[in-house]
Nanobody, 122 residues
Framework: QVQLVESGGGLVQAGGSLRLSCAAS????????MGWFRQAPGKEREFVAA????????FYADSVEGRFTISRNNAQNTVYLQMNRLKPEDTAVYYC???????????????WGQGTQVTVSS
């Protein structure tokens, strides 16, 4: 069983930056694809970014491509999401996910974190 704990959320002005972290425990971190999803009020959860088990491949939603960067440190069992040039529409609860699909994450990851709130003011 893998436990995921996100941190780094908060309130930021439009154009600013935040870095989210997700610490994993209870499993073999470097065998999982990792990803970030988000859910805004009144909307469905959506894919944001994913990274393969070695970190060699990354994937992004069109809405964040070029602004967000996903990375991982397998020695520290942590995955990151660097978010730059934030927009009000990025406001959402951000969830970390782990998937046995090593190349990234599927639509139904095996494990979820509890989420961290990101609020971008205009």
């Amino acid at each position: 069983q893998v436990q995921l704990v996100e941190s780094g959320g908060g309130l930021v002005q439009a154009g600013g930056s935040l870095r989210l972290s997700c610490a994993a425990s209870g499993g073999t971190f470097d065998t999982y694809g990792m990803g970030w999803f988000r859910q805004a009020p009144g909307k469905e959860r959506e894919f944001v970014a994913a990274i393969s088990w070695t970190g060699s491949r990354t994937f992004y939603a069109d809405s964040v491509e070029g602004r967000f960067t996903i990375s991982r440190n397998n020695a520290q069992n942590t995955v990151y999401l660097q978010m730059n040039r934030l927009k009000p529409e990025d406001t959402a609860v951000y969830y970390c996910a782990a998937d046995k699909a090593r190349m990234g994450v599927t639509a139904t990851p095996n494990y979820w974190g509890q989420g961290t709130q990101v609020t971008v003011s205009s």
